[in-house]
Nanobody, 122 residues
Framework: QVQLVESGGGLVQAGGSLRLSCAAS????????MGWFRQAPGKERELVGA????????FYVDSVKGRFTISRDNAKNTVYLQMNALKPEDTAVYYC???????????????WGQGTQVTVSS
């Protein structure tokens, strides 16, 4: 079955960096677009960004543009989220998700990871 496993979360001070990884199995990874989403306590899940199967197109929510970078390595079946200049408001559980075609809507992604916690202290 499809498995997406996130890693790399943790506690970091404001201004710091983290790199999240999402390792996929049970699917032909290079056929899937990947999305990163996050959910803060008491808030709805929101898109962070998404990358097409080839990596040729990448989308970001405005609040992370210029600070976060999504990339993928199809040979390793892994997608990454490099997060720089982190802010306390970036604190959330971060999820990766897979879908055949890229979408900015979480409801359209059939496959999800379990999430990894990112906490940014001020």
């Amino acid at each position: 079955q499809v498995q997406l496993v996130e890693s790399g979360g943790g506690l970091v001070q404001a201004g710091g960096s983290l790199r999240l990884s999402c390792a996929a199995s049970g699917l032909t990874f290079s056929n899937y677009a990947m999305g990163w989403f996050r959910q803060a306590p008491g808030k709805e899940r929101e898109l962070v960004g998404a990358i097409t199967w080839s990596g040729g197109d990448i989308f970001y929510v405005d609040s992370v543009k210029g600070r976060f970078t999504i990339s993928r390595d199809n040979a390793k079946n892994t997608v990454y989220l490099q997060m720089n200049a982190l802010k306390p408001e970036d604190t959330a559980v971060y999820y990766c998700a897979a879908r055949h075609a890229v979408s900015t809507k979480g409801s359209e992604y059939p496959y999800w990871g379990q999430g990894t916690q990112v906490t940014v202290s001020s």
